[in-house]
């Protein structure tokens, strides 16, 4: 059964903090991507990656840095954490293929106060 | 920027009644994926439709993928509480193997 498995449920953390979110998949994937979800906006991808250590900036990638080191793990990275990246932060993973199937983490529910 | 326009945003219905949402684009799409959405889950995909004018079926769920493949919608029949949820569709480019353009969802309620 395949998964995406994110560190957190639910997180809270004040403004100015470092914040990591990571991004664990058991499927040998090649591509990883970070979305944030908003009520009225959809999914917005924050960052992409295509393979370890390669990364490839979203619509929205202010505020974010991402990290992938090893091919099943992607993290994602807010340097200063403010309350406007309060949100829903969903993690996927796919093949490197056009049209792939996107599978998707649990999400993480972040609030920043 | 290739954008996805779905509609209607809200939907609340009777158990028991049809319905259809839309995804539009002005867009060329080389395939288009519909996913499934539960409260505090990620989106889970129900169907990919890549051949303009291809029609797919999922038990009660019709999707249908615009000759011109800039547009898709996905018809259920005889709705049932069990898909309530936000429904989302996936566009991907013809260039950026990958990547894909996400709708803002139709949120579905189905009440009993």
């Known amino acids: 059964d395949v998964k995406v498995t994110q560190s957190s449920r639910y997180l809270v953390k004040r403004t100015g903090e470092k914040v990591f979110l990571e991004c664990v998949q058991d499927m040998d994937h090649e591509n990883m991507f970070w979305y944030r979800q908003d009520p009225g906006l959809g999914l917005r991808l924050i960052y992409f990656?295509?393979?370890?250590?390669?990364?490839e900036k979203g619509d929205i990638p202010e505020g974010y840095s991402v990290s992938r080191e090893k091919k099943e793990r992607f993290s994602l990275i807010l340097e200063s954490a403010s309350t406007n990246q309060t949100s829903m932060y969903l993690c996927?993973?796919?093949?490197?293929?056009?049209?792939?199937?996107?599978?998707f983490g649990p999400g993480t529910r972040l609030t920043v106060t | 920027t290739q954008l996805l326009e779905q509609s209607p945003q809200f939907l609340s219905i009777q158990e028991g009644e049809n319905l259809t949402v839309y995804c539009n684009s002005s867009s060329v799409f080389s395939s288009l994926q519909w996913y499934r959405q539960e409260p505090g889950e990620g989106p889970v995909l129900l169907v990919t439709v890549v051949t303009g004018g291809e029609v797919k079926k999922l038990k009660r769920l019709t999707f249908q993928f615009g000759d011109a493949r800039k547009d898709s919608s996905l018809h259920i029949t005889a709705a049932q509480p069990g898909d309530t949820g936000l429904y989302l569709c996936a566009g991907a480019g013809l260039t950026n193997a990958g990547k894909s353009t996400f709708g803002d969802g139709t949120t579905l309620t189905v009440k009993p």
């Open positions: 990656s295509y393979d370890v250590k390669m990364k």
């Open positions: 996927a993973s796919s093949l490197p293929l056009t049209g792939a199937e996107q599978y």
